[in-house]
């Protein structure tokens, strides 16, 4: 079945370092693919997204890239805010239905 | 206002008791899930509803029953409830391309926290 991977957490940064959070995935189909932000005490919330190979997803500084040859969905940030500090997942979704990785929890010290 | 939105959003009660958790979506959505989150913040499908039709139900055990009584809403029951049980359950929806598949992205809903004493 679809699985995703993603970069074991904590991930613990300085305010304005260079983010990077690994995930990679397998699928039998063609998948999308999704990072989702989840800040304490809330439900997810869709960050970005990929719908096809080659595609990026930007949103509020974030990015990822799709690469289909490598299967990998990392996500970047080139200078992290206090603000950012939260569990990030990256998800597919194939056939109808939506894989989640473990979520990867970011904390920004100031 | 709110897109999803469930409730209660904290549950405590103690082992053996039934209880149920509610969730509305405004969106227009054709269909609805229930995801567990768990303590490492690890999430996990357990129903999806289309159209009020249950079209995914992973191996959760039956003492957990979803209902759809129309397209909007998506309801949990669980029944003797179970230590283990104890988790933030997610309520999500999803829209369908206006011609093709569907797009993949989730709406989340802020979670319902249970837990059993």
């Known amino acids: 079945g679809d699985s995703v991977t993603q970069m074991e957490g904590p991930v613990t940064l300085s305010e304005e370092a260079f983010l990077t959070i690994n995930c990679t995935y397998t699928a039998t189909g063609y998948p999308s693919l999704f990072w989702y932000v989840q800040y304490p005490g809330e439900g997810l919330q869709l960050l970005l997204k990929a719908t096809k190979a080659d595609d990026k997803g930007s949103n509020k500084g974030f990015e990822a890239t799709y690469r289909k040859e490598t299967t990998s969905f990392h996500l970047e940030k080139g200078s992290v805010q206090v603000s950012d500090s939260a569990v990030y997942f990256c998800?597919?979704?194939?056939?109808?239905?939506?894989?989640f990785g473990d979520g990867t929890t970011l904390t920004v010290k100031p | 206002d709110t897109a999803v939105s469930q409730t209660p959003k904290y549950l405590v009660t103690q082992m053996g008791n039934d209880k149920s958790i509610k969730c509305e979506q405004n969106l227009g959505h054709d269909t609805m899930y229930w995801y567990k989150q768990d303590s490492k913040k690890f999430l996990k499908i357990m129903f999806s509803y289309n159209n009020k039709e249950l079209i995914i139900n992973e191996t959760v055990p039956n003492r957990f029953s979803p209902k759809s009584p129309d397209k909007a809403h998506l309801n949990l029951h669980i029944n003797s409830l179970e230590l283990g049980d104890s988790a933030v359950y997610f309520c999500a929806s999803s829209p369908r391309q206006k011609s093709g598949p569907r797009t993949g992205e989730l709406f989340f809903g802020e979670g319902s926290r249970l837990t059993v004493l």
């Open positions: 998800a597919l979704h194939d056939a109808g239905k939506s894989t």
